[in-house]
Structure formats: structure tokens, C-alpha cells
């Protein structure tokens, strides 16, 4: 889980940065304008403010597991020998004491087997949850990525008409 901790902290700093390159690009673009030719300084000298910088929000994703279940409180459930008034039941013999003996240590094994498994399973939830939110900021990185390259394109073009 660490390791997928540390892997958000990365795409949470890529979208970051994603963001701030947007911003400047949105800046650099008024800039060009104006060197563009002399209408375009004109028209943001009388009409057009540089665009404001917008703080970086991040992405709506939920940093925190839904799931509450630790672990901790995991039931287990005993398995109880039923047993159906026998005739027999009264004569009870030296190996029907080993078979419950050996039964019981079966029983114990398999309830913390049982315990393993459910705490995979929280385990896996958890996993599922954290490589879920990933993928919503892996979308909102292509998303913004898609947009700088856009933005990078045209202010490129732009830039070899003055040059």
C-alpha cells in the first residue's frame, strides 16, 4: 500500500505541474498576441487584462478508503458439532475422543485461515479503492495534458510567424 501512496503523491505533483504549464501558457498566449502584430498589442493594451492564474485545486478524487473495515473486528464463526439424540451416544470409545480432539484442531485451523482471508480481502478493497482513484487522476492528467500540448502547438506556430 505504501508503494501506491507514494505513486499518488507523483501523479498528484504531475497534475500540479500540469496545471502551473497551463497557466503559463494561458499568459504567454495574451503576450504573443500583442507581439503579433501591432493590432493585436493595440487590442489588449485597450481591451484584453493578462488572464488571472487560477490556484491549483487538484482533482475531486477521495483521498481517504470508504471502507472502514481494518480487520480488527473480523467474526468468526465456530462450527458446532450437531449431534442427533443416538442410542449409541452412551458408549463412547477411545477414538471418537481422538476424531473430536483432531476435529477441533481442524476447526482452529481453519478459523485462522479464515481470518488470513478476510484480511486480504480488506487488504484488496483497499487496493481496489487507492488504484481506482489513480486511474480518476490519471484521466485528469491526460485530460490537461492534452490541453498544454494543444496550447504548446499553437503559441509554437504563432511564435515562427513573428520570428
Excluded: C
Excluded at 482533482?59 to 450437531?82: L, M, P, S, W, Y
Amino acid at each position: 500500500m505504501e508503494t501506491l501512496h507514494g505513486q499518488r503523491k507523483q501523479l498528484q505533483n504531475i497534475d500540479k505541474m500540469l496545471h502551473e504549464t497551463d497557466q503559463t501558457l494561458k499568459q504567454t498566449k495574451h503576450t504573443l498576441n500583442g507581439m503579433e502584430s501591432i493590432y493585436g498589442g493595440l487590442k489588449n493594451w485597450l481591451f484584453k487584462k493578462p488572464p488571472k492564474v487560477e490556484a491549483y485545486k487538484g482533482t475531486n478524487i477521495n483521498n481517504n478508503n470508504n471502507n472502514n473495515d481494518t480487520g480488527g473486528n473480523i467474526k468468526v464463526h465456530k462450527r458446532k458439532n450437531a449431534k442427533k439424540n443416538n442410542p449409541f451416544d452412551n458408549y463412547v470409545q477411545s477414538s471418537d475422543v481422538k476424531n473430536n480432539n483432531e476435529d477441533q484442531e481442524h476447526n482452529e485451523q481453519l478459523d485462522q485461515i479464515l481470518k488470513s482471508v478476510n484480511r486480504l480481502n480488506v487488504m484488496a478493497k483497499e487496493m481496489n479503492n487507492e488504484l481506482a482513484n489513480q486511474d480518476e487522476l490519471l484521466d485528469s492528467i491526460d485530460d490537461r495534458m492534452g490541453n498544454v500540448d494543444h496550447r504548446l502547438q499553437n503559441q509554437s506556430r504563432q511564435m515562427n510567424r513573428i520570428h
